[in-house]
């Protein structure tokens, strides 16, 4: 079945009921059921109809008015008129009578027929009237509709008749017709109504019938004042608004048929200079208020309480930046429920709800919302039990360390179609529905033990936060929470094995929490988000390469700096960090199985693996972390590391340690420091002017034992350094070097062959004695054998080569010309440890 045409439609509720049709009438009967309706049920649909029976009494009362000749009569002329605007006198007498007494008496049904019936009939030269006032009727939709108005209230519907009832079958009062609806809109009745502005007098302002917009400034203080309370606004018919700008101080015009108030960039720093300030609506509830909305608290010297009151059976939003100041809504003595949307709300603080008889609280979320607290304080011996959210928005928290009221003992947060809640609970809890989206929840010590009580719902990241361990020490206080997928913990202990009703697939530690009976699933996820000291016990640990993966973050959007202290993982021999804070690891002593470490992302990370053994093969890998490195092995025993800093950003500074085993140790491409201390290591210091530390000892760096290769020494100004240590025996024994020592390099020497390390020191042949003013070095080129290469060799106080007692590196990758220019060459002292 095709719809019935719109000119049909219009013609239709113009001769049955003098309302010119609305874009949203218009789009009912073109639309689904509306476009399914016939002819003829349309014609009954409009003959029986409220708006018909006002306009004709024939169709309110047919039985007893048709009995009534004039009645009948009447019927005939309001249809003349609101058909075609012919008067009754120019009806022709005859024709009029057969209307009245012949046609209406024909039937019941023909009551409700005749103005169409009458139109069917009619000479074309009459329809045209019809015609013309339905094209009328239509260009007033059109027209406001352009203006925002596809509904029309009342008053508009009053004047688009007012309008068409000037039209006739003459073309020229068509033209008239569309030059008062053009008068119409521009004077504010097409809904966008005028805009009225409150001066620094007292002012009484008129609304027009279109959607008004009254502005009241009181941001300018009490000079410029605009807004006072002997001011008027009346927005008479429409949707209209009152907008008010400045100080929360209990200022408020008399307000009456206007709909909608925002409260802009309040402030409860008000000329009185307190800090808490109130809106009291109850005049305008009672008086068409339909929406109170509280947009953006501006931040003054100190946390400022706004209270909106007076508002039981109206609608409060809330919105913009709080900037940490609370809110107080009382919906009064009456009011069983309080409607709250809350859109994008920055930095809420306390958001305190009152109301004597509230029992519901009903949140419409749009965006995401944060407040320090929720608090349900009752007026007197109310106390809110229910919380219901519902919405699109992504995210509303009341706090995930701050409960509830006790008396809540249901939260449904199931209408939350893609976003979840952040909620502590109070101990009254009995059921929590969570939303689309992640829920976070705070256990408490609950009465309830009921399976599944609380559910999270959908989400994929839905988090427990363990209040303390009682809440959840037990397998039915545990099965409590369902469907949550990450568990977080600050200083408590957790066992995962009594969570039969979650699935967990990650963790949330923090201080000294004890995690119990981790699956290598959870141990693939766990976030330290606070400086901590955690326990993670795997509940299977196999093999070689059980992994635990941490990523370091508090999830704020500055970088911060996190320390665990000591992490015991018993089982773990592989640890991977994500950095994104700066990282501080103090030690490893309790994951001894550790042997492999590996660190990524964009905050720094700093590791001492402490006084443990190294494993076979124990390496430290920080090559994909973007920023500074430092790494420290030097208490690590047995065997040597494997040490690896960050490569992937020229601005990242590795510092790099060993033990006093033999390391392997490589820089990135920015400028590194690297220390191998003891042993025979091989360092790499990358692209970048690049520092190889010899100090701590003269210990550290004497003889065969300790003979280190640099792969990749660039030397000349500006290159890469060696820096050796000031002090007392602190690089070589005997020595005690200054900031201002100086180097000398000797006629470089060969030696045609060395199998090993000792062969190349036999071959040395003796240099001058190296002094506290000047360290006598040469360079060494070893043509042949198994110790091939170049080595730089410094002696110490005596004169003798001695394998036992001087320095010798290995050096074979050097390029370019050393240079003993004081600190911009490659030879620098310095006094560190």
């Not at 058909?83 to 049904?109: F, R, V």
């Not at 700008?245 to 409860?268: A, K």
């Not at 959210?389 to 249901?410: E, H, P, Q, R, Y």
Request: charged letters at 10%.
């Amino acid at each position: 079945m095709m719809a019935i045409p719109q000119s049909s439609i219009i013609a239709l509720s113009l001769m049955y009921t003098k309302l010119p049709p609305s874009a949203s009438d218009l789009t009912f009967w073109a639309t689904p059921p509306g476009n399914a309706i016939s002819f003829n049920e349309a014609v009954q649909a409009f003959s029986t109809s409220s708006a018909a029976k006002a306009a004709y009494p024939m169709l309110a009362s047919p039985i007893v008015l048709s009995q009534n000749a004039a009645a009948r009569r009447d019927y005939v002329t309001q249809a003349f008129q609101n058909l075609y605007g012919i008067a009754a006198t120019a009806i022709n007498a005859e024709e009029l009578t057969y209307w009245a007494d012949t046609y209406l008496l024909s039937s019941p049904q023909a009551i409700f027929d005749f103005p169409v019936v009458l139109n069917q009939f009619s000479p074309a030269s009459r329809q045209q009237a019809l015609t013309n006032r339905a094209q009328v009727a239509e260009n007033f939709a059109v027209a406001l509709a352009a203006t925002g108005s596809s509904t029309f209230t009342s008053a508009q519907y009053s004047s688009g008749w007012g309008i068409v009832n000037t039209v006739t079958a003459d073309a020229a009062t068509v033209t008239a017709a569309n030059a008062q609806i053009a008068q119409f809109v521009a004077g504010g009745g097409g809904g966008g109504g005028q805009t009225f502005v409150f001066t620094t007098a007292l002012d009484n302002l008129p609304g027009t019938p279109g959607n008004d917009t009254f502005n009241g400034d009181n941001s300018g203080g009490l000079a410029q004042q605009t807004v006072q309370l002997g001011d008027v606004a009346n927005g008479g018919d429409g949707t209209d608004t009152f907008n008010y700008f400045g100080p929360t101080d209990n200022v408020l015009p008399q307000l009456s048929n206007i709909e909608n108030v925002n409260l802009i960039q309040g402030s409860g720093n008000n000329a009185g200079g307190t800090n808490t300030a109130a809106f009291d609506f109850s005049a305008a509830a009672g008086k068409g208020l339909k929406s109170v909305t509280v947009d953006t608290l501006v931040l003054g010297a100190a946390t400022t309480t706004t209270t909106i009151q007076g508002i039981g059976g109206v609608g409060l939003t809330l919105k913009g930046n709080f900037n940490n100041n609370n809110l107080t809504a009382n919906f009064g003595n009456s009011a069983t429920e309080a409607q709250i949307a809350t859109n994008a709300v920055n930095k809420g603080g306390t958001l305190t709800v009152q109301g004597n008889k509230l029992t519901t609280l009903n949140f419409t979320a749009t965006g995401s919302s944060t407040f320090t607290k929720l608090v349900t304080t009752p007026v007197d011996a109310g106390a809110v039990n229910t919380i219901k959210v519902s919405g699109d928005g992504k995210s509303l928290s009341f706090s995930d360390n701050v409960a509830v009221a006790n008396s809540i003992k249901t939260i449904d947060a199931s209408g939350l179609t893609a976003g979840g809640l952040t909620v502590a609970f109070g101990t009254g809890i009995t059921s929590f529905k969570g939303g689309k989206g992640d829920d976070i929840v705070r256990s408490n010590n609950l009465t309830t033990t009921t399976d599944s009580a609380v559910d999270a719902g959908e989400g994929t990241k839905d988090r427990l936060i363990v209040n303390t361990t009682a809440d959840v020490n037990t397998t039915a206080r545990a099965n409590v929470y369902a469907n949550f997928e990450v568990l977080q913990s600050t200083d408590q202990t957790v066992d995962l094995d009594l969570f039969a009703k979650s699935p967990f697939v990650a963790l949330r530690s923090a201080g000294a929490s004890v995690f119990n009976n981790v699956t290598a699933t959870q141990a693939g996820d766990v976030t330290i988000f606070a400086n901590a000291t955690p326990t993670f016990n795997l509940k299977t640990a196999t093999g070689t390469s059980d992994t635990l993966n941490i990523t370091v973050s508090d999830g704020l959007e500055a970088v911060n700096n996190l320390t665990i202290t000591n992490p015991t993982a018993p089982n773990v021999e592989i640890l991977k960090f994500t950095t994104t804070d700066n990282t501080i690891v103090t030690t490893l002593l309790n994951a001894p199985s550790a042997s492999t470490i590996t660190a990524t992302g964009a905050g720094t990370f700093n590791l001492t693996t402490g006084a443990r053994e190294l494993g076979t093969g124990f390496s430290i890998d920080a090559s994909a972390v973007t920023a500074n490195v430092t790494i420290d092995a030097s208490a690590g025993n047995v065997n040597g590391a494997i040490i690896k800093g960050a490569s992937s950003s020229p601005a990242a500074v590795n510092t790099l340690s060993g033990s006093n085993q033999n390391d392997g140790i490589t820089g990135g491409s920015g400028s590194d420091l690297l220390r191998g201390n003891r042993g025979q290591d091989t360092l790499t210091g990358g692209a970048g002017v690049d520092q190889f530390i010899y100090g701590g000892g003269f210990a550290n760096n004497k003889g065969t034992a300790n003979v280190d290769r640099i792969a990749d020494f660039v030397a000349g100004v500006g290159g890469d350094q060696f820096k050796f240590a000031t002090g007392a025996d602190q690089f070589l024994n005997g020595l005690n070097f200054t900031a201002n020592a100086t180097v000398n390099i000797n006629t470089a020497q060969t030696i045609a062959t060395a199998a090993n390390i000792d062969d190349v020191f036999a071959g040395i042949t003796a240099i001058t004695a190296s002094t506290n003013a000047t360290l006598q070095t040469v360079l060494v080129t070893v043509s042949a054998g198994l110790a091939a290469g170049t080595y730089l060799y410094a002696n110490n106080g005596t004169g003798a080569v001695s394998n036992a007692d001087d320095f010798l590196v290995n050096v074979s990758g050097i390029t370019g010309t050393l240079s003993v220019t004081p600190t911009t060459g490659n030879f620098i002292f310095e006094n560190f440890a």
